[in-house]
């Protein structure tokens, strides 16, 4: 195992000491198509992280940490071995299945933001409530709190273009946390 996966596993070895993991991982592989090569980028990779850990993976560029992230985020699904996140086995979930256990799970703090643009920072943090049952109200409502948590409730009508990249960070983080979810990649 090198890269990205060596240092998590190194950082979440000793996570389980603090009761159920939030992330378990056992023996996972993936690997990507280049043509009719077959490339493979993790291989057997195991990592544990409690609820309440802070884990950082770092690595040089190409040493495939956001390939595990996006399969501890249910983004991708792995070759091979388990991946339980918030008790749930995500490798036995159909597409449909992932994609409400995402909604509901996880939040996201993409590399490049990823804002829509033609939404303003307030539509673009209530985006991911569309996928609940809350109501319009409830969902501006907890859109707004986000942007204020994050200092940004004078920009709610703003677009992304409209913003610095400091601002768009903080939208895509109350984006993340809107729908206050267990887990959250960034």
Same mark, same amino acid.
């Given at each position: !195992?090198?890269?990205?996966?060596?240092? =998590?596993?190194?950082?979440?070895?000793?996570?389980?000491?603090?009761?159920?993991?939030?992330?378990?991982?056992?023996? =996972?592989?993936?690997?990507?198509?280049?043509?009719?090569?077959?490339?493979?980028?993790?291989?057997?990779?195991?990592?544990?992280? =409690?609820?309440?850990?802070?884990?950082?993976?770092?690595?040089?560029?190409?040493?495939?940490?956001?390939?595990?992230?996006?399969?501890?985020?249910?983004?991708?699904?792995?070759?091979?071995?388990?991946?339980?996140?918030?008790?749930?086995?995500?490798?036995?979930?159909?597409?449909?299945?992932?994609?409400?256990?995402?909604?509901?799970?996880?939040?996201?703090?993409?590399?490049?933001?990823?804002? !829509?643009?033609?939404?303003?920072?307030?539509?673009?943090?209530?985006?991911?409530?569309?996928?609940?049952?809350?109501?319009?109200?409830?969902?501006?409502?907890?859109?707004?709190? !986000?942007?204020?948590?994050?200092?940004?409730?004078?920009?709610?009508?703003?677009?992304?273009?409209?913003?610095?990249?400091?601002?768009?960070?903080?939208? =895509?983080?109350?984006?993340?946390?809107?729908?206050?979810?267990?887990?959250?990649?960034?």
């Amino acid at each position: !195992m090198e890269g990205a996966a060596a240092q =998590a596993e190194a950082a979440g070895r000793d996570s389980s000491r603090h009761g159920t993991p939030l992330v378990q991982i056992r023996h =996972a592989s993936k690997s990507y198509r280049r043509g009719s090569q077959r490339v493979p980028v993790l291989t057997d990779v195991n990592l544990s992280i =409690a609820s309440g850990d802070f884990v950082a993976m770092m690595g040089p560029s190409g040493s495939d940490k956001t390939t595990l992230l996006n399969l501890i985020a249910g983004i991708d699904k792995p070759d091979g071995g388990e991946l339980l996140v918030a008790g749930e086995d995500i490798t036995r979930l159909g597409e449909t299945e992932l994609a409400a256990w995402r909604a509901r799970t996880v939040g996201f703090v993409f590399q490049f933001y990823n804002l !829509m643009p033609v939404l303003t920072a307030l539509e673009n943090v209530e985006l991911p409530l569309f996928l609940t049952s809350l109501s319009r109200t409830q969902r501006r409502s907890r859109a707004k709190l !986000m942007l204020e948590l994050v200092s940004l409730s004078d920009r709610l009508e703003h677009f992304p273009n409209q913003l610095s990249g400091g601002k768009q960070q903080r939208v =895509a983080i109350a984006r993340a946390l809107v729908t206050d979810p267990r887990c959250w990649a960034w």
